[in-house]
């Protein structure tokens, strides 16, 4: 037991590592989706299904053209395959084969369009081409190994310090929670998709999770297995939905609606509980509603890039959000408020670009925070005690004081799972989780904790280079927003460098409404991970058809793509990260089609 | 898209933001961890916020105090567990500003990489254990307070408080006060050794002092209040004054100097007030100015009326006076050196020192402290029930470099009761110390 702390961050330590050295790795070639052709020169690659043309340096395909317009024209594929054009020019217009474009019309394969003066010849890719075989990276399932390993460990830690009535309990959940990580893994693996890495890092959290609920509420432990099964379910679900863009951009309009219904009941029926009127009693068990409306709220705050450009979409998303922050506020809940309001200055600048767009909602906050400071005083006095929280370890400062004090006396490989004395504090497990995950399984985990979640941010904006459609992207930013915004208050929080607001730790705090959020907006990075082979929330398209999974399909297309013979030529195949299984499979689908025909 | 990208940038901000804040959170651990783990609520190291680990011996070695894994132990000679329990404090606490509470953060053994983990840590504390052995000897059960200091370090060789309570096995009778240190939180009308400040006030404030004669008649008539001599001393020099303890001196000096004066100069010597004690602050001395020409303010110049002192602030001023008039505030822990204060002028601190061995040699009798080079003053004050506290303060002018005060609460007289007591202490000091 002695040097179980040292393994427990050492193998921390190093799943963060090999998460994060095939997260950040240099990225691969992007999914190329169709050419534009000007008569001299070379064609120019469309990297994404949305694609401003244009002179300004800003566009994706930027012509050298006086007579283009900075932003001339957006050419947007649907998740269906068709493309379309839509004319942004403000005057000079765009021509397709010869006709003005009047707002949007559906554009095909050989088309040619005339924007300024050039004319550009338009060729649509059926399957997305990579000018590069993909990149080796780490294996997934030795980094899943290691992270077994980590809970076996702080399984043994806990056999040692639980009663003997809650050792099944417990021995039972971590066996529930790591048979879930391989069956997740395989079941990727089955449907070609081999990015685990995100995962990896919110099982690994997940697992801190367990611990921390182990050591304060141990005879819970099925429950939070059963809740932790529930968070997964919706992870897989949401992840299999978002592939389809058209179906999730239908529904955008009643994620909102139900976001807002949502807070609306909580606020009409919800009890006050500790200053916060958030908790809703569904029949015997409470949830936090708030948590379920961060998925809602990323659901229908990101946008394609047509509506980007539509301002007033953007001031409509600006009133919705004042209202579930409002909500918020008027529940008392204002960390989480805080939280909405990081993730909505994070969308409205990633669909407008434009800082003054910030201003008036910044300044609204403030106003607002005026307000509340002066008609709740509770939460001013949470603002005097910051910063001076040792002046009154017994008032105000209790939470943190101990928080802080308990954080240093694990050192850095703690005082061993179960054997802390933290969680007798009130709120422990959730507000205070970082103080009891550093005083049990030491500073090293704790920051691998961190480590991981920054991460997963670090992944979000990474895979921004190359997402489908700013829908993907600007969801996952949103999404890596809220991990940031909730970590950084609970932890800065809790150790007294930021007012102490009581946010959850993503994943790790104990609560079954904070886990499932938490998974839900895990499957948002999924989708705008466009590696090869990478995500099971892209669309089929490259599940099953890449160049790069084997020769054959793409040989079959080479009538449709004249270059593709080139590529299929490509060393590609059988030897990078996601070659055989979906290839093979793919290459079976294509036979049996074949086979139809004749 | 492109533009997108580009403004998904505000991820990598915030998430360096987040970066920002936890290298922030990891300087302060490095700069405060010690601090926090050392904090009572910390139960591997407390248990019901009482340290349950570490160990605290005396300059020596010996042990005064040790616990591991919530077993305590003391030292081993009774008279030394008596004696240490106000400055080493015990498992249950009651007592405050103890060595145990001052080097909390050392005996938690803290480490950054281990945390606490149960271990604890050592500290050598600067008290001898066979002085405060003697000490409690010499105070033979009576209610008193003896405070040894070294004042060319200000480490507190000797800090007994009585009554006291065997801390192995807690308090079993009571007594008033067992929970206090007298020390240092203890206040007590200083009486005579209350002239050594307003001898500084005079030798600062009246240029011809050293040439003047006072003449006492026995008492001194002011408004028609009496206010007493010991004696009848007759034609005396202000030095003749202090060693015949003069009121009628003392009280006209008082009264010429105006009460604002010495107050001013009790503060600034630390007489009046409280000195800063590890984080905390000791019990304040207090000097209230009475009114002009009256005879409370004669009182209060001669150390009655409403004054009260507390014995450590009579050793640290006795030391202010054998070091030249900078005085080294006490510490605790063996080997340190305490910050250095000027209470006053090196040719006052002279003149003082001059007058306190005079005391010795022409009043008190070098015989009742054979083998000493001592100067010293005695204080025998008036309760105004008949009894007196005793007092003798004072320092070695040569051997060891030790000022000391010694209190006896309604002990009777200065010179025999806290003289006896002092004498005692001295000689074991002096004998362990020669070289």
């Known amino acids: 037991m002695q040097y179980s702390g040292r393994i427990l961050a050492a193998l921390a330590a190093w799943i963060v590592l090999r998460c994060a050295r095939s997260m950040l790795a240099a990225d691969d070639a992007p999914e190329v989706w169709a050419y534009l052709s000007p008569p001299k020169g070379e064609r120019i690659p469309v990297a994404h299904w949305e694609c401003l043309v244009g002179r300004s340096g800003g566009a994706d395909a930027v012509i050298d053209d006086p007579a283009a317009a900075g932003t001339h024209a957006l050419l947007q594929r649907s998740s269906a395959g068709g493309w379309s054009v839509t004319d942004l020019s403000r005057g000079t217009g765009v021509l397709l084969n010869g006709r003005a474009v009047e707002g949007t019309a559906p554009i095909k394969s050989g088309d040619r369009l005339r924007i300024g003066k050039t004319t550009l010849r338009f060729t649509a890719q059926d399957v997305p081409r990579r000018d590069s075989p993909p990149r080796r990276r780490p294996a997934s399932s030795a980094t899943l190994l290691l992270l077994t390993l980590f809970e076996l460990t702080l399984l043994l830690q806990h056999c040692f310090t639980a009663a003997a009535a809650d050792r099944p309990g417990i021995i039972l959940s971590f066996g529930i929670l790591a048979s879930l990580q391989w069956g997740g893994y395989f079941i990727e693996r089955y449907a070609g998709a081999r990015g685990f890495e995100p995962e990896t890092l919110a099982f690994l959290l997940t697992a801190a999770g367990f611990s921390v609920a182990a050591s304060s509420v141990p005879e819970n432990m099925l429950k939070q297995s059963a809740l932790f099964v529930l968070a997964l379910t919706v992870f897989f679900l949401l992840g299999l939905w978002l592939r389809e863009l058209k179906r999730v951009t239908a529904l955008r309009a009643a994620a909102a609606a139900a976001a807002i219904a949502l807070l609306g009941l909580t606020l009409v029926t919800s009890e006050s509980v500790m200053g916060a009127k958030n908790w809703l009693t569904v029949a015997g068990s409470s949830l936090q509603p708030s948590e379920f409306v961060k998925i809602a709220y990323v659901y229908a705050g990101a946008a394609s890039l047509d509506r980007c450009l539509q301002m007033r979409r953007t001031l409509l998303f600006t009133v919705f959000s004042a209202v579930c922050v409002g909500a918020l506020a008027l529940m008392g809940d204002f960390g989480t408020a805080l939280v909405f309001f990081t993730a909505f200055l994070v969308i409205v600048f990633l669909r407008s670009g434009n800082p003054l767009m910030l201003g008036l909602p910044l300044a609204a906050a403030a106003a607002a925070v005026a307000l509340v400071l002066t008609l709740r005083p509770y939460v001013a006095q949470r603002f005097a005690s910051w910063g001076h929280v040792w002046e009154d370890p017994l008032g105000a400062g209790y939470q943190q004081v101990r928080a802080m004090s308990a954080l240093a006396s694990g050192g850095l490989f703690g005082r061993g799972a179960g054997g802390g004395w933290l969680t007798s504090v009130v709120a422990a497990d959730t507000d205070l989780v970082f103080g009891v995950v550093c005083e049990e399984l030491g500073l090293v985990t704790g920051v691998c904790c961190m480590a991981g979640v920054l991460l997963l941010a670090l992944f979000a904006w990474r895979r921004a280079d190359t997402g489908r459609s700013s829908y993907y992207v600007i969801a996952a930013c949103a999404a890596a927003a809220v991990f940031l915004a909730q970590m950084g208050l609970n932890v800065f929080g809790s150790m007294d460098l930021l007012p102490f607001t009581g946010v959850t730790f993503p994943f790790v705090s104990r609560g079954g409404s904070s886990l499932i959020a938490c998974w839900g907006l895990l499957a948002f990075l999924k989708a705008a991970d466009t590696r090869p082979g990478g995500s099971f929330a892209l669309g089929r398209t490259v599940a099953s058809k890449t160049p790069a999974g084997g020769g054959k399909p793409a040989a079959a297309k080479s009538a449709a793509a004249p270059d593709a013979k080139k590529d299929a030529k490509k060393p590609a195949a059988g030897k990078s990260g996601r070659s055989g299984q979906a290839g093979k499979r793919a290459a079976r689908a294509e036979t049996k089609k074949k086979g139809a025909g004749r | ?435």
């Open chain 2, 1 to 435: 898209m492109k533009r997108i990208r580009r403004r998904s940038a505000v991820t990598l901000a915030l998430a360096l933001l987040v970066l920002f804040g936890l290298g922030a959170l990891l300087a302060r651990l490095a700069l405060r961890g010690g601090r926090w783990a050392a904090y009572s609520a910390n139960a591997h190291v407390y248990h019901n916020g009482v340290l349950a680990c570490g160990t605290l011996t005396d300059r020596n070695g010996v042990v005064l105090f040790s616990a591991r894994d919530g077993e305590y132990a003391y030292a081993e000679e009774e008279a030394v567990r008596f004696a240490s329990l106000h400055a080493v404090g015990d498992q249950r606490g009651n007592i405050g500003s103890t060595a145990l509470g001052i080097f909390s953060g050392d005996l938690v053994g803290y480490s950054p990489v281990n945390g606490t983990d149960g271990t604890g840590g050592e500290v050598r504390l600067s008290l001898d254990s066979r002085l405060q052995a003697g000490a409690w000897y010499a105070l033979n059960g009576r209610p008193g307070a003896v405070v040894v200091m070294d004042y060319e370090t200000g480490e507190i060789l000797c800090m007994v408080s009585s009554p006291a309570y065997d801390p192995l096995y807690g308090q079993r009778r009571d007594a008033e006060g067992m929970y206090i240190n007298r020390c240092i939180g203890g206040l007590f009308i200083p009486g005579s050794i209350f002239k050594l400040v307003t001898l500084t006030a005079a030798a600062e404030h009246i240029p011809d002092l050293r040439s003047r004669t006072f003449t006492c008649n026995g008492s001194l008539e002011l408004f028609g209040e009496t206010v007493h001599c010991t004696g009848v001393h007759g034609e005396q020099t202000v030095e003749q004054a202090l060693a015949n303890s003069c009121n009628c001196a003392f009280g006209s000096i008082a009264l010429e100097l105006g009460g604002q004066v010495i107050r001013d100069t009790a503060e600034r010597l630390g007489v009046a007030g409280s000195l800063p004690w590890y984080g905390g602050r000791t019990a304040s001395g207090r000097f209230d100015v009475a009114a002009r020409g009256s005879a409370p303010l004669a009182w209060s110049g001669i150390g009655q009326y409403n004054d009260l002192v507390t014995p450590y602030a009579m050793a640290r001023l006795c030391a202010a006076v054998a070091g030249g008039g900078a005085v080294r505030e006490g510490v605790l822990r063996a080997g340190d050196t305490g910050a250095r204060s000027r209470l006053m002028d090196a040719d006052t601190a002279g003149f003082i020192g001059d007058c306190m061995n005079y005391n010795v040699v022409y009043a008190y009798g070098k015989n009742n402290f054979p083998g000493l080079d001592l100067a010293a003053k005695t204080g025998t004050a008036e309760l105004g029930d008949g009894s007196t506290h005793a007092w003798f303060v004072g320092y070695l002018r040569s051997g060891p470099p030790l000022a000391f005060a010694v209190l006896l609460e309604q002990g009777g007289g200065g010179l025999i009761a806290a003289g006896g007591v002092a004498n005692h202490v001295l000689q074991l000091a002096n004998g362990y110390y020669a070289s």
